[in-house]
């Protein structure tokens, strides 16, 4: 499974766009990209996913360069209750068992 | 509603006990996943069952057992053997043709 590197921490305020890279120098031709969300003591929430350019849904858009190298996750106008750890994964979804492996993640503060 | 559900919310054992740990879903999901999460951390693997009388070790099976005898339920037993149980426990499952992974909100275990 190729291995992620995302920042620790990042703080942001209300209204603005807060944008998560993360690095996957060794990304596979069939691995994708996903992002989770976890608030404390829930489970994670999928966010989105994508291979390769841009993916964009009603919470988050997702780019990815052409070298898949790295990914960056971007939160329009964010808002207090954006406050959370997310998580950047790696790997083939059709894998067998589609296991997923979690980092440390980057917890997102934002501020009022 | 559909979704996943874990119970209890909050667990305490003494040392030397076995506890199981439920994890339901009438998502008609063929795939289930336990995670463990210790604070500050992301989730690891601990097992994972693709079908109904199938499962598979994940990471850190040592000192756990799981069962998966109806698609809707997938309980794990913290054994005595685990040597560090007091965590955060995570069940998700999956369905077919799609890639992201549904979490249940979690058991906190403390074993004291």
């Known amino acids: 499974l190729a291995k992620t590197t995302q920042p620790i921490s990042m703080d942001s305020y209300e209204g603005q766009e807060v944008n998560i890279t993360c690095s996957h120098n060794?990304?596979?031709?069939?691995?994708?990209i996903t992002w989770y969300q976890q608030f404390p003591s829930q489970g994670p929430r999928f966010i989105i996913q994508?291979?390769?350019t841009k993916v964009t849904n009603e919470v988050a858009s997702l780019f990815i360069p052409a070298d898949r190298k790295s990914s960056t996750l971007s939160l329009p106008r964010v808002s207090l209750s954006d406050t959370a750890v997310y998580y950047c994964?790696?790997?083939?979804?059709?894998?067998?068992?589609?296991?997923?492996?979690f980092g440390g993640g980057t917890r997102v503060l934002v501020k009022p | 509603d559909g979704g996943i559900t874990q119970s209890p919310k909050y667990l305490f054992r003494k040392e030397g006990q076995n506890v199981t740990l439920s994890c339901e879903q009438n998502?008609?999901?063929?795939?289930m996943y336990w995670y463990r999460q210790d604070p500050g951390q992301g989730l690891r693997l601990i097992y994972y069952?693709?079908?109904?009388?199938?499962?598979q070790k994940g990471d850190i099976a040592e000192g756990y057992s799981v069962s998966r005898e109806k698609k809707e339920s997938f309980p794990l037993t913290v054994t005595s053997a685990q040597k560090n149980p007091t965590a955060f426990y995570l069940c998700?499952?999956?369905?077919?043709?799609?890639?992201?992974?549904?979490f249940g909100p979690g058991t906190r275990l403390t074993v004291t």
């Open positions: 998700a499952s999956r369905g077919q043709d799609r890639y992201e992974q549904y």
């Open positions: 060794n990304i596979a031709t069939n691995d994708y």
């Open positions: 994508g291979y390769k």
């Open positions: 994964l790696v790997g083939d979804i059709r894998a067998a068992g589609n296991k997923l492996t």
């Open positions: 998502l008609n999901h063929d795939a």
């Open positions: 069952s693709q079908i109904v009388n199938d499962f």
